[in-house]
């Protein structure tokens, strides 16, 4: 015993099969005791007496009593909250030991415990309950207006308070100043004002007026007391709204409200609070009610989508009732239901057609809005009452309140919980949290209580708290049908599954389609998109039906020729047409390549070829030269051998020509590519591309990388055996499209009198006449090759259904034209890259689309590989490497492992090693690739769309998506526009429909459940957007005299002369006293450019200023001035009296007569005061 002690390092004794049996069966009977299994009480009951009685505590210490300490505390907890949440959910033993979860998993897949629906550490409170009330108090209702984009929280002593949703600042604040609580607070939109139920009235105020022009119009004394309110669109007039409201009396009141209602003169102030009182009985509308519950009316709302209000009660006879407003005015019978101890509170979800109710008995029930029978699901989980309920009808998820202050967020379609959070803030005031409020616009759940507090929406899609997946094994391909517009998925398990793209369900599947056990390696689709062909592990090949899923033929190669020790599985296929036949390229069993006929007679498929290897090497494809090299470029495109050697050495040259190669055997098949309609690529994993002819079987040409330092080899051969292996390769023809301008002109009718004339004129003559639109029309691209440019922008046109470029519907091709143009009879002119302009097209305008009538420009086309080695590279059709990027993501240095493009190859998207997808734009460069600037290929954004490697990427022109599929067996879909660009819309086999991004939603990026890491932009691009608006953001208040320099005209020529600027003499310019001028008032010349730019052209008049009346003066004859008095003024003398202001103004009228007769007579002195 000591013995074994000693070698578990004194653990004790493990477990025989015995034992470990005998430990199961205890393990079984303790739930079985714990869940009441045995008893006769309801699963609810069970549920309640299992939460009261059990503590965690206890269940982890029986639990670590059987098997021992080192069970976790996660698993623990997993099967505790499993258990008191159903007491009926059944409890394997291998959930104790965390079966489903790997210990060998990377770090960075481990799920964070801060992923959940609602953020609950960024909570952040808006504002008190009092609004800007210095006291304490409690929100009793909180609502939220889209229209107008506010919140509107009312306190239960009466203050309401306007908050912006956005700033989240405090608009405006009241107090109703009633003696009564309220209980409902609504928006009325046609009054523009705010309404407030309280116990004994329904208050209006206008939340628009500020200071003292505040006016409270109460609507009192109603019958009952009012419990609950909403505002309803029962409006007959523009100028009035409805409120329905409830009362303790099981009363549903409607009130409608006019504009002319709300007059000062029909009302009486309310000597205690200022109010202005209104009797209902002066309204312009009667006050309807109708008796529809046993007990009070705790919550009514409309439901706009079901056009009918709703209303619950804790009665247990009429719990709930949904029914139009019409209703309220007759005896007919209303819809309800009738649920033990009642519903407290009630939501409705547009999206899924469902509404959630609860109440005393702490459970959610699920109903659809026409069948009350039974509900459609139940949700259990909360321990106390359930207060209120609110819905995301984004997400569709259902968030639930208690009274414990307990969130618990659900999953409408999985009835499942999916995430548990409570408010544990200490704070003055009462805790309880009485509503709250799901903000859709904003994505944000408004909770109120003491304080309005915000809880943000993590931007996670949610799927029963799961990491999303497609198939239970890796994923191994994934394709796009284009005929059809089906996504076809394969996994190593050898399933086969057909998706809907535009709604994401499952068509059909087959299961071991190569028999059991047997992986599938590669797919392909043929340009039809009705054959579906699969290669295995084993070496088979079959040919599908993809419509049916039906097995048509198969191909299964001589494994008594193959070497058994060698690797016989399939690695990559395409379908090609070969001398008109459909044929399939396969790779594999021991890096062959062979050509298989896919006929259309009955029968299995036959091998038609195998391709030759044997390849004539020349200096120029020496693996020691460069394709880029000088002596490379030497030689001729037409001449695999270098120019006569020179006099002397013509035997060491000569040497060197005849020299052949076994390719296949230095270079391991990878991947495949096709090029165009008699040649395809494959990458290689030492880093090469051979281009072959699948005429004739041959290789054609060979793309070599150059060679590697010591330095660098021995560094990369540390990592991996194959450094620079081809991944995954990609032939990008960009175009561009324009519509034709003599199109456009003769379907708007604005062509000119000279075109219609020259047209004539051709017409009479028969000849050909190059009018002014079709010179316009004409494009002009950058010189090519010829050797290049004609074989290849031809021929991929009809080679697009075969893996390489998606098939072009709305562009016209070189071919189609000239086909037309020998049926027709009419003759066109062919532009430079091949677009066509229809001379005498008049009569067919009304037949052709215009977005057919395209000017497309075809650039050369650029091969691109991925390479294990992190680096992306371009290449030409001449073997050259033009451009070798990398990406820049959060982990640097990972493999590039696929690789594809949108239709007119504007944006390339690649994937690496550790679930990356990077998005470049690359057209400028695919428009000049011989160009060194590094600006043409820009990074856009990368993000993390997986936790494994990605081995598929698809781009879909039709729904501007991404499919990614990897080794995590998930196939996700992506929205690649701009500005949602790595925006997760889901994955195949959710049950909800795809999430497509939304402008009223937040900027914050929506990522699957196991993603915890944001977009990243490159830097970059950052820096040069803030230098760009700095650079262009102009000074408007600032005058530039050089802008108005070109409006100046000859006759307004003066200048504005400067006045010379005083010296300032003091320590701070500040204290000095500002100078104003108004030479610039003095002009009379008009439009002058000193008076403005703006007013410059407008007549300016001298307006003469009237002569002010002078102050009296004062005459003392000939006594002279005193120098001692006060101004020097003389002091008045006692005998005379001082005359009045009329007096005085009728001495200086006399005395200006005076002067006036007599021009002699001299004036008196002015007083001292004017001078």
């Known amino acids: 015993m000591a013995s074994v002690e000693k070698d578990f390092g004194g653990l004790g004794r493990p477990y025989t099969s015995q034992t470990f049996t005998l430990k199961l069966k205890q393990f079984e009977s303790y739930i079985a ?38 069970i976790r505390s996660q698993d623990l907890k997993a099967i505790f909250r499993k258990i008191s949440t159903n007491p009926d959910a059944k409890v394997d033993w291998s959930e104790l030991f965390g079966y489903f979860q790997s210990e060998d998993e990377e770090p960075d897949q481990i799920l964070s415990e801060d992923i959940s629906v609602f953020t609950v550490s960024k909570k952040h409170r808006i504002g008190e309950a009092a609004g800007d009330k210095k006291r304490r108090d409690v929100i009793s209702a909180v609502t939220h207006n889209p229209n107008i984009d506010i919140y509107i929280s009312a306190s239960q002593k009466g203050a309401i308070s306007v908050w ?93 409200i006019a504009a002319k209602d709300l007059n000062t003169k029909h009302a009486k102030v309310d000597k205690r609070n200022g109010n202005l009182v209104i009797e209902p009985a002066t309204l312009s509308y009667p006050i309807q009610k109708r008796k529809l519950h046993d007990d009070w009316v705790l919550k009514v709302k409309y439901l706009a989508d079901l056009r009918c209000f709703a209303s619950c009660s804790p009665s247990s006879s009429t719990s709930f009732v949904l029914e139009s407003i019409d209703r309220l005015s007759d005896s007919i019978p209303c819809k309800s239901l009738s649920i033990p101890k009642g519903v407290n509170c009630f939501a409705f979800c547009a999206h899924a057609n469902v509404i959630a109710t609860g109440g005393n008995d702490k459970i959610i029930r699920i109903w659809h809005p026409h069948i009350f029978s039974r509900p459609t699901g139940k949700m259990i989980g909360h321990l106390f009452t359930i207060i209120d309920v609110a819905v995301n009808e984004k997400d569709q998820h259902v968030v639930s309140l208690s009274t414990a202050r307990v969130f618990r967020v659900w999953d409408i379609h999985t009835l499942t919980s999916l995430q548990v959070f409570t408010d544990n803030e200490e704070r003055p005031g009462e805790k309880r949290i009485h509503c709250m409020v799901y903000d859709e616009r904003h994505e944000r759940l408004i909770t109120g209580s003491s304080v309005l507090d915000l809880w943000p929406l993590t931007r996670t899609v949610q799927d029963t708290m799961q990491v999303p997946h497609t198939h239970d094994r890796p994923i191994a391909q994934v394709l796009f049908n284009l005929e059809l517009n089906q996504v076809v998925t394969v996994c190593t398990e050898s399933i086969i599954k057909v998706w809907e793209l535009e709604s994401g369900k499952q068509v059909y599947h087959v299961t071991e389609s190569h028999g059991p056990n047997v992986e599938i390696t590669a797919i392909a689709i043929d340009k039809t998109g009705y054959r579906l062909a699969s290669g295995a592990l084993d070496g088979s090949l079959k040919v599908w039906d993809f419509g049916s899923g039906q097995e048509i033929r198969s191909w299964m190669p001589n494994l008594e020729s193959e070497r058994g020790d060698e690797d016989i599985g399939v690695t990559s296929l395409l379908y090609i047409e070969v001398n008109e036949r459909r044929c399939i390229v396969a790779s594999g069993w021991n890096n062959k390549l062979r050509l298989l006929e896919d006929s259309q007679d009955v029968g299995d498929l036959t091998l038609y070829a195998e391709f030759s290897d044997l390849f004539h090497l020349s200096s120029s494809d ?116 324009k519509p034709d301008p003599a199109y456009i002109k003769k379907l708007t009718g604005h062509v000119s009198p000279s075109d219609h004339s020259s047209m004539d004129e051709d017409k009479e003559t028969g000849t050909e006449s190059f009018t002014g639109s079709q010179s316009r029309a004409m494009t002009s691209v950058s010189q090519r090759d010829a050797s290049t440019a004609v074989g290849t922008a031809e021929e991929m046109e009809t080679n697009q259904g075969e893996g390489g470029i998606p098939a072009e519907k709305d562009s016209v091709s070189k071919v189609e034209l000239m086909e037309d143009n020998a049926k027709d009879g009419t003759e066109r002119l062919p532009t430079a890259e091949g677009a066509v302009l229809d001379e005498d097209a008049d009569e067919e305008l009304e037949n052709i689309d215009p977005t057919a009538r395209m ?17 992306i590279q371009f290449w030409n059709m001449k073997g050259e490497m033009v451009r070798e990027i990398s990406a820049m993501t959060r982990r640097q240095g990972s493999a590039v ?28 460069f695919l428009e000049n690739p011989q160009s060194d600037e590094n600006e043409l290929i820009k990074q856009l954004i990368s993000w993390r769309a997986h936790l494994s490697r990605i081995v598929t990427l698809v781009y879909t022109n039709h729904m501007k998506s991404i499919i990614s599929g990897s080794l995590d067996g998930s196939v996700r879909l992506w929205y690649a526009e701009d500005p949602a660009r790595g925006h997760f819309m889901g994955f195949f086999s959710q049950h909800r429909p795809w999430n497509f991004p939304s402008l009223e939603r937040s900027s914050t990026p929506v990522l699957p459940y196991d993603i915890t890491e944001g977009p990243l932009r490159p830097m970059k691009n950052v820096n040069e957007k803030k230098h760009k608006t700095t650079q262009s953001y102009e000074y408007p208040l600032v005058f530039d005299d050089n802008k108005w320099k070109p409006f100046r005209r000859s006759a307004y020529v003066q200048t504005r002369t400067k006045h010379k600027e005083p010296e300032d003499m003091k320590f701070f310019e500040a204290l000095q006293k500002p100078q104003f001028y108004n030479d610039h008032l003095k002009s009379g010349r008009t439009g002058e450019m000193s008076l403005g730019a703006v007013f410059r052209a407008l007549p300016v008049y001298t307006v003469k200023t009237p002569e002010l009346v002078k102050t009296p003066s004062m005459e003392f004859g000939n006594s002279t001035w005193t120098t001692d008095s006060f101004l020097f003024a003389p002091p008045p003398s006692k005998t005379n009296k001082s005359t009045s202001p009329t007096k005085e103004a009728g001495k200086v009228k006399s005395q200006h007569r005076r002067s006036a007769k007599d021009p002699t007579s001299t004036s008196p002195m002015p007083s001292p005061r004017k001078r």
């Open 33 to 70: 005791e714990l869940t009441q299994q045995d008893s006769e009480a309801s699963a609810e009951e069970r549920r309640q007496t299992l939460n009261e009685n059990l503590r965690f505590d206890v269940f982890c210490d029986a639990i670590r009593s059987l098997f021992g300490p080192d």
């Open 622 to 737: 020496s693996p020691s030269l460069h394709p880029g090299s000088l002596s490379s470029r030497s030689s001729s495109s037409f001449s695999r051998s270098r120019p006569l050697p020179d006099i002397g050495h013509a035997s060491a040259q000569i040497t060197n020509i005849n020299r052949k190669e076994n390719i296949l055997e230095s270079h391991e098949v990878t991947c495949l590519a096709p090029l165009t309609s008699d040649s395809m690529a494959t990458g290689c994993a030492n880093g090469n591309i051979v281009i072959w002819d699948t005429v004739t079987a041959t290789v054609q040409q060979i793309f070599r990388l150059p060679s590697m330092s010591a330095n660098d080899k021995n560094e990369h051969e540390e990592k991996t055996t194959h450094p620079r292996r081809v991944n995954s390769l990609l032939l990008m023809v960009h175009r561009t499209r």
């Open 897 to 924: 492992t696929a690789i594809c493009a949108d239709e007119d190859c504007n944006v390339l998207i690649t994937g690496d090693n550790k679930g990356y997808i990077t998005m470049w734009s690359v057209d400028m």
């Open 855 to 871: 000017i497309v420009t075809t650039y050369d086309p650029i091969l691109v590989s991925c390479h294990s080695d992190a680096l």
């Open 164 to 256: 912006n949703s956005k700033s989240l600042r405090l608009q405006a604040c009241c107090d109703v100043n009633e003696t009564s609580w309220v209980t409902g607070i609504d928006y009325l939109p046609s009054l523009r004002r705010v309404a407030a139920a309280t116990e004994r009235s329904i208050c209006i105020w206008d939340h628009r007026a500020k200071g003292k022009n505040q006016s409270i119009f109460s609507i009192k004394p109603t019958d009952n007391s009012v419990q609950c309110m909403t505002y309803v669109p029962y409006n007959t007039s523009i100028h009035e709204d409805s409120i329905l409201f409830g009362d303790d009396l099981g009363y549903v009141n409607l009130l409608r």
